[in-house]
């Protein structure tokens, strides 16, 4: 019923002739659009080469955006700019923005809604620490990180958006969390999105697991009831195991 999700982020990686080089390895070899929602996300710069160029069966996707319309925000690029090189996706929230530049859950919130304004389908990401897990607080920072990324943003708007799971003891440390555990999350997440809207909405909204998947990791995750797809790092960078991933994931 949820159309599955394959999406690489490929943080701050790849030079445009890397980055074109990959996307005509992977054009033909790609499951159709109907089956799987093959989504990129790329450094910002290289954003339109990859849309002129991305073929049938692929979508490409921005890793942030600025929630103001413009002003004096040196060196970030509005929702408005974004949209005119005609991504269809945004990665919101990551945690290594949470970490390194200073998002919180209100400007997550400002990014999201700046977002759907502007056309773009967020990609929400949440999930905890370690510390956190080993604490027993995951529940209460999902529950916290989600209440706060949907506040205001009506039913309507759910379709165009997917949530990402990425507990962060799981993100670039080969650490992949168990199938249960992830599917666990997501379905308390999923649980939230009942609670905040409906149960029909939480039936329909598409939620990844991300942290650590691999092509061998892929299909046991993909098993689970409450996980339609992945936000992959690592793993996406080379076309064959982005390939790999995606044909999985069918
Ligand atoms: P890795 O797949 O490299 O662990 O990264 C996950 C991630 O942060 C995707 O957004």
Redesign the pocket.
């Known amino acids: 019923m949820r159309k599955p999700v394959m999406?690489?982020?490929w943080?701050m990686n790849k030079t445009r002739d890397e980055a074109l080089e990959f996307i005509y390895a992977v054009s033909d070899k790609l499951p159709a659009q109907n089956q799987l929602d093959s989504i990129i996300?790329a450094p910002a710069i290289i954003l339109r080469d990859l849309v002129k160029r991305k073929g049938n069966s692929l979508k490409i996707g921005a890793q942030n955006v600025h929630f103001a319309e413009s002003g004096a925000y040196t060196g970030e690029i509005s929702p408005a700019m974004l949209s005119t090189t005609g991504v269809e996706y945004v990665?919101i929230g990551?945690?290594?923005r949470r970490a390194y530049f200073n998002e919180t859950d209100e400007t997550v919130n400002l990014k999201i809604k700046a977002a759907l304004a502007n056309d773009l389908k967020p990609i929400i990401?949440c999930g905890e620490s370690l510390e956190e897990r080993e604490t027993g607080k995951t529940h209460e920072v999902l529950e916290r990180q989600i209440t706060k990324a949907f506040e205001g943003i009506t039913s309507e708007n759910l379709s165009n958006i997917i949530i990402?799971y990425?507990p962060i003891w799981?993100?670039?440390?080969?650490k992949?969390a168990s199938d249960e555990m992830a599917d666990e999350a997501c379905g308390y997440i999923r649980s939230l999105i009942a609670k905040l809207y409906c149960s029909l909405c939480a039936e329909e909204i598409r939620i990844l697991y991300?942290?650590?998947?691999?092509p061998k990791s892929v299909s046991g995750l993909m098993a689970q009831p409450n996980i339609d797809g992945?936000?992959?790092?690592?793993?996406?960078l080379k076309s064959d195991s982005f390939i790999e991933l995606c044909n999985k994931a069918v």
């Not at 992945?230 to 996406?236: D, K, R």
């Open positions: 999406a690489g982020n943080k996300c990665i990551h945690s290594e990401c990402a990425e799981a993100i670039g440390t080969g992949v991300g942290g650590s998947v691999s992945g936000l992959v790092g690592g793993a996406s």
